[in-house]
């Protein structure tokens, strides 16, 4: 289908981005191209379908050369590619005109290009949204929209180049659905990724480095050679690392990439004898997915329900009946008994959902009696409050065309005059408090990043209130020192550079505050350390000359540089190799435990688990839950209903507790407590006399309170991530145990079903 011979190509006439690259993709082949920021992948791809051609060397594609002119149109046709950054994709303003566009090019007549545009949008779970304009969806509902829009033209090779990055865990799992689907059909998928767990579920996997090919050959033949991938920047999957971990400590488990494998493996070498499946873990799964993936790919992209999306695509405030209803709440702070079951739910005045005062009497209750566990880390002290505040983005828009229609809204206390706005979120009460890292997790499209933007005044709330320090940020007479006081760094923070020096970048925020030329220089030169870069080596460089890491820090280096008391983050390690990601989020540790109050959007539960003392839980623009990881990470079936999921440790000990290992209830499970596990349970002595039972629920540790996410391997297998002091375990459970947060707040959603446009 495509060959790739001796392929070089160079961008600036002296460095070869693509060195003497050969290779060969099957028809009806499923290949995963992987590789460390800067390898060439990219470069790769946009020669697939004759974006670039080879300065030399040939790409043939279904036996067309894409340096041919005349073949253009016709290569472009073959193969469908999809981009990183959605934005790079979307030309019309509506959904539906935006999939139509590239098939309706093609000269498809208009009955067949109906067909095909529901189908895609189907396919990528925006059933429902061919009327909404593209400008104000969320970024991972973009992305999708630019999958639609390739998928609609029929294309024989699927080309996506880290199209999986700004989606959730259910996005993902759901992409990969309709991979394997289109894979299954006869067509060839070429994907670029950093998520490991997908590369595992290829037919075969290549590694780039320096513009070669590195590595190449089965997942199983590439993935589990922890030193070389190591050497190149990159992680092993989640079941190779602690298969080889286990062997490490003694287990006789066959290494393997695939977690189901895994988890069958060691429960026929420990006795158990009993058989695992991916609906061990609550997930319908096709057998090349991981256990380790919690969530249910056959309500993921192919599921209208996906984005938030009511069944007939309607954004209207939900009826009086709906907004009645009470849903089985997510409450953090609710007891989980010995079987799973919620024990208790419901705040102190019987409402499911708590008012600013409730939280604000919480944490004034908690400061007055020193519980510090009710307040998380620090003093205690709020530095940002949300109370009851919603938003739209198209509050205006409604009113025109009410106007238009000659209608009369009802002026409604809560939602202002604007009751039947698309709402981004709805009634969310929380606060940030003096010192903590708050994580923020949810869907695509649940409202998160309309959440941070609120947190330094570049959004204002259409109702409700937002304090920063006790200040209210629609005063506009406190706009600057608010902004100044809370940094917010967006998704591919490289992109707020626009100096011509790295000095001039970072140097701008201070010198708008009205500081002097010497403190001015001595911020950026204290920011720019902080994020581990030598002064004298980038201040007079052009940012733009600099690596796309050495770029994000210079992003985090001009929000340092105005001192924040808040470091808001939305996604800061996306599109980042494994080793860039490991390194960025130990800077972003680092920075916490000099004092800084951090608050990070993040999709990986991962990273969130070993990271934070808190998480909040966004669900279609409402406050679903928050407390701390040990609290809301064992909740497997609940953020699974959100399109979540749990840390891979912990879907991974779920696993082998339904296959019939005994495993400690309430504690979330990180690799290296799975090691030890296996060791115990996997033990020839043990194994042999007792089974699986010869594993005790005090196994681990008995205060239930000292939980260490999961996520740390400490093996040498995976270098890069046990560099980090993030790897080692989880920072949150090497504070007091009572930051674990017992008397978290209460949060719970309203059963009413209301579109999000924020993500």
């Known amino acids: 289908m495509i060959d790739i011979d001796n392929v070089r190509f160079t961008y600036d006439g002296v460095h070869f981005a693509l060195d003497g690259v050969s290779a060969h993709v099957e028809t009806g082949e499923f290949l995963c191209i992987l590789g460390g920021n800067g390898s060439g992948k990219s470069t790769l791809a946009k020669h697939l379908n004759a974006l670039l051609v080879p300065d030399e060397g040939r790409v043939m594609v279904d036996g067309m050369d894409t340096a041919d002119a005349e073949c253009t149109y016709a290569v472009r046709k073959t193969c469908g590619m999809v981009f990183q950054n959605p934005d790079d994709q979307l030309v019309a303003s509506l959904v539906e005109d935006d999939v139509a566009f590239g098939p309706e090019n093609l000269g498809i007549p208009t009955p067949e290009l109906r067909e095909r545009v529901t189908q895609a949008l189907e396919d990528v779970g925006l059933s429902g949204f061919e009327r909404h304009e593209t400008h104000a969806l969320s970024g991972g509902q973009k992305q999708r929209v630019a999958i639609a829009g390739v998928l609609a033209m029929n294309p024989s090779v699927l080309v996506l180049d880290e199209a999986s990055a700004m989606l959730d865990p259910r996005g993902r799992a759901g992409l990969m659905r309709v991979c394997h689907e289109l894979h299954e059909r006869g067509m060839t998928i070429v994907m670029i990724t950093h998520f490991m767990e997908e590369a595992a579920q290829a037919d075969r996997v290549i590694v780039m480095e320096r513009g070669h090919v590195a590595l190449e050959g089965t997942p199983d033949e590439v993935l589990l050679q922890a030193d070389a991938l190591d050497h190149l920047n990159l992680d092993v999957p989640f079941a190779a690392r602690l298969s080889l971990d286990a062997r490490r400590a003694g287990v006789n488990v066959a290494p393997t990439v695939n977690a189901d494998e895994l988890a069958q493996r060691v429960l026929a070498l420990a006795g158990a004898g009993a058989q695992v499946t991916a609906a061990a873990n609550g997930a319908s799964a096709p057998a090349a997915q991981p256990v380790a993936a919690a969530e249910d790919p056959q309500e993921g992209a192919g599921s209208s329900q996906a984005e938030g999306a009511s069944g007939n695509g ?16 997510f409450s953090a702070s609710a007891g989980i008994d010995a079987t799973g079951s919620q024990t208790g739910s419901e705040n102190d005045n019987g409402d499911l959902f708590p008012t600013c005062s409730d939280v604000a009497g919480k944490l004034v209750s908690a400061a007055a009696s020193g519980d510090a566990g009710a307040v998380s880390a620090g003093t205690g002290t709020p530095l940002i409050e949300f109370c009851d505040v ?27 005059n604007a009751p039947d706005s698309l709402w981004a979120i709805r009634n969310v009460s929380f606060a940030v408090h003096q010192g903590e890292f708050l994580g923020i997790a949810g869907h695509t499209g649940s409202g998160k990043s309309t959440i941070i933007q609120h947190m330094n005044g570049i959004l204002k709330p259409t109702s409700g209130q937002v304090l920063v320090m006790g200040a209210d940020i629609s005063d506009k007479r406190c706009e600057a020192s608010l902004r100044g006081s809370i940094g917010v760094v967006f998704q591919y923070p490289e992109h707020q550079l626009f100096a011509e020096t790295v000095y001039k970048d970072v140097a701008f925020g201070p010198r708008n505050l009205g500081l002097k030329d010497n403190e001015v220089d001595a911020r950026v030169r204290e920011s720019l350390e902080r994020v581990g870069l030598a002064f004298d080596e980038v201040a007079e460089k052009s940012p733009f000359e600099l690596s796309g890491g050495q770029q994000r820090r210079v992003a985090f280096a001009g929000v340092l540089a105005m001192n924040p008391r808040v470091l808001v983050l939305d996604e800061p390690a996306a599109g980042l190799d494994p080793a860039s990601r490991t390194s960025f989020l130990g800077m972003i540790s680092r920075l916490h435990q000099q004092g800084l109050t951090v608050v990070m959007v993040s999709h990986s539960m991962d990273d969130l688990a070993r990271m ?24 497997a079936a609940e953020l699974k209903r959100v399109g979540l999921g749990t840390t891979e440790a912990q879907a991974f000990a779920s696993a082998l507790a339904a296959g019939g290992m005994a495993v400690e209830a309430g504690k979330l499970y990180n690799e290296q407590d799975l090691v030890d596990l296996l060791a115990r349970a996997c033990s020839s002595e043990e194994a042999g006399a007792n089974g699986c039972a010869g594993v005790a629920a005090g196994s681990a540790t008995d205060d239930a309170a000292s939980v260490a996410a999961g996520g740390a391997t400490g093996t040498a297998s995976a270098a890069p991530e046990a560099s980090s002091p993030a790897a ?8 007091s145990t009572s930051a674990a947060s017992d008397n978290a707040e209460l949060a719970a959603a309203d059963a009413g079903s209301c579109e999000s446009t924020g993500e």
Do not use: H
């Open 390 to 416: 919603s938003f739209t983005y198209d509050a205006a828009e409604a009113k025109r065309q009410r106007k238009r229609g000659g209608q009369q809204a009802k002026r409604q206390a809560k939602w202002g």
């Open 728 to 735: 080692s375990g989880n920072p949150a459970a090497n504070k």
């Open 314 to 329: 309607s954004n209207a405030l939900p009826t009086q009946e709906a907004a009645t209803r009470t849903p089985a709440s």
């Open 612 to 635: 934070c003392d808190r998480v909040a839980i966004m669900n279609e623009g409402q406050l679903l839950g928050i407390g701390a990881p040990d609290q809301l990470f064992l909740r």
